[in-house]
């Protein structure tokens, strides 16, 4: 008799949950019934991108200009890239190391930061060098502008 009266209970308790959801699902309906405006259309190519949980055009730009670099870590949805070491075969005697932030889900410069690290080899060890800010500043200002470049190609 225990067994029947809990099923009973269950049954009532998955009745009276399954109306809840019919009734709040017709009350959006009616809701969205009212009003005789027509929804605004989603733009596509909106500064606001983020259905990974950054903006989608800082982080592709950040994924295309450090592409030629081996990648350590990518985070899309705490906006995260970094970068393992890479060295110029120009320059083996040299390697740097990047990593991108994207703090915003704007497409604005201040919504970006990058860090990166340098060493250079001596005597067979790698030793940290200084990188200067214009590098780092080099590197923001290719990202954004691939990032404003994808979104204008994103609305034309």
Request: hydrophobic share 45%; proline share 3%; aromatic share 4%.
């Amino acid at each position: 008799m225990t067994g029947s009266s809990e099923t009973g209970k269950s049954l009532t308790h998955r009745s009276a949950r399954a109306l809840l959801v019919i009734a709040a699902l017709s009350g959006t309906v009616l809701l969205g019934a009212c009003g005789k405006k027509e929804r605004p259309k989603a733009d596509i190519a909106a500064a606001q991108v983020t259905t990974i949980g950054v903006n989608s055009y800082l982080w592709r730009a950040s994924l295309e200009t450090l592409s030629f670099m081996p990648l350590l870590q990518a985070d899309s949805s705490g906006g995260v890239i970094v970068t393992d070491w890479y060295a110029n075969p120009d320059n083996p005697n040299e390697r740097m190391k990047v990593s991108v932030t994207i703090l915003d889900e704007d497409l604005r410069a201040d919504a970006l930061r990058v860090a990166a690290s340098r060493q250079q080899l001596q005597a067979g060890t790698w030793v940290d060098a200084p990188v200067t800010a214009a590098t780092v500043q080099k590197l923001e200002d290719i990202i954004l502008t691939k990032a404003r470049d994808l979104r204008r190609s994103a609305i034309g």
